[in-house]
């Protein structure tokens, strides 16, 4: 039993557009564990040295604004190249 190439090419593009869907969909898990660490450690910094609060805020929120955008481009990515 063979398969004609049209059916093989159309399955290559169905699972091909699928492995790339998930393979975006897991690169925006690492940001979303980040933030998580960033924020979590930023309050244990703050409890641990309240006098210190500007600053490691400040480096909190430079952290956030980076771990965002590499999830962004991971969102925007999959619209940009279909």
Do not use: K, W
Request: aromatic share 10%.
């Amino acid at each position: 039993m063979s398969l004609s190439a049209s059916a093989l090419l159309a399955a290559d593009e169905a699972i091909s557009g699928n492995i790339g869907t998930v393979a975006y969909g897991i690169a925006t898990l690492g940001p979303g564990i980040g933030v998580g660490i960033i924020f979590g450690l930023g309050v244990q910094a703050i409890a641990r040295q309240p006098e210190a609060e500007q600053v490691a805020f400040r480096y909190m929120l430079i952290g956030f604004a980076v771990v965002e955008a590499l999830a962004l481009i991971g969102f925007v990515v999959p619209f940009v190249f279909t």
